[in-house]
């Protein structure tokens, strides 16, 4: 089976984590241990932000920044429903409640008249989803932030070295947050990262990835134990050296893909609009024709074939159980793209063979169903 998402680990990585078990320094009290902070001062770099901070997952990046943006009991905070869930549950754990936007139905991400939609006077922050890697049209959602006076912060656990209008994702939000769990485009095993141009917002996110800890044993906000361990921080390290590397495979394979898919008239291969890189987590087909029964066949056949294709999202957010809102949000396009997408793998390892037949199996499993007419 040709795994949808395989993290890349070698010897390098391996030394990395085996140097620090010897240093005997494995964390550190204040997340700052020696790698941690090699981390951050490296991914601060990568991107073109004033500041990194290293946390423990993707998804204690998005509480911590939400806190530092003061989300609280009575706030909301603009999200799309077309995501996983994580993003909702940093904007619960807060207190706050998420509002639901649709997307654009190419680029799976927020648009900025459907966030305008959704902002209320209780509105504290926007927070869009670069989705498969794709960065969201962050010019228009800037300028609604500003106009309404809200925080930006960006979920961009699929999207390290996206980038958008010429400039990193990482750099261009009031904060941006990383995923650097085993699926990502570089990982840690577990882990996270902030990053920030607002030396007040990271100040705040060391504070509360520490307790809320001003100074040792001195809490002056309610924070957490968000600490980036230093065997997670050393294997970050070297992951992030070899990141440029694993972009150029991605980009590679997924140009290789469309050059062979497009051609086929029942489905739609990914686009990358000309102002933005996608940073290629995964590659996203949509089956045009609106049958759930037909898209998880097709997913079903491809996986008899040794193909690890996978379906995000099945469910948006907004239908969850635990996020049912009344009067339900009118999200016609993620409701779509719920019932359409279906992803296969594109990462640094899927060799050209495995594209060739990845591509066969497609092509083998829509000819087998002949009335998924587009």
Not at 177 to 199: I, P, Q, R, W
Request: proline residues 5%.
């Amino acid at each position: 089976m040709i795994p949808i998402n395989r993290p890349d680990i070698g010897q390098e990585e391996a030394d990395a984590v085996l140097k620090v078990l010897k240093s005997g320094v494995i964390t550190d009290k204040s997340g700052a241990g020696p790698r941690a902070t090699e981390l951050e001062a490296n991914f601060a770099r990568y991107v073109g932000a004033k500041h990194a901070i290293a946390v423990t997952s993707g998804t204690a990046a998005l509480h911590a920044a939400l806190l530092a943006a003061g989300a609280k009991t009575g706030d909301e905070v603009v999200i799309p429903a077309f995501t996983f869930h994580a993003t909702a549950e940093a904007v619960r754990l807060t207190g706050a409640t998420p509002t639901f936007a649709d997307i654009n139905p190419t680029t799976y991400t927020v648009t900025a008249e459907t966030v305008k939609a959704a902002i209320t006077s209780r509105t504290k922050a926007i927070m869009p989803v670069h989705l498969y890697g794709m960065p969201a049209d962050l010019s228009e959602l800037q300028e609604l932030a500003r106009e309404h006076g809200l925080v930006l912060v960006e979920d961009a656990a699929q999207a390290h070295g996206a980038e958008y209008k010429g400039s990193m994702i990482g750099s261009i939000g009031d904060m941006t947050c990383f995923s650097f769990y085993a699926s990502k485009n570089m990982t840690t095993g577990e882990g996270g990262l902030v990053t920030t141009n607002h030396d007040e917002y990271a100040e705040q996110l060391r504070m509360l990835r520490t307790h809320g800890e001003q100074r040792p044993y001195w809490p002056v906000a309610i924070g957490n134990n968000y600490h980036l361990d230093e065997m997670r921080a050393a294997l970050g390290c070297v992951q992030l050296k070899r990141l440029p590397g694993f972009l150029q495979k991605r980009r590679g394979n997924a140009k290789l893909l469309t050059s062979r898919l497009a051609t086929l008239n029942r489905i739609d291969c990914p686009q990358e609009p000309a102002d933005r890189k996608s940073a290629w987590n995964l590659y996203t087909i949509r089956l045009r024709s609106r049958s759930v029964q037909e898209r998880n066949a097709l997913v079903t056949k491809l996986h008899e074939a040794g193909v690890g294709a996978a379906t995000y999202y099945e469910a948006p957010i907004h239908k969850m159980p635990i996020y049912l809102q009344t009067p339900q949000p009118r999200l016609p396009e993620t409701d779509r793209a719920c019932d359409q997408v279906f992803s296969i793998p594109v990462h640094q390892n899927v060799s050209q063979q495995e594209l060739e037949l990845e591509v066969r199996e497609i092509e083998r499993a829509l000819s087998a169903n002949p009335k998924a007419a587009s």
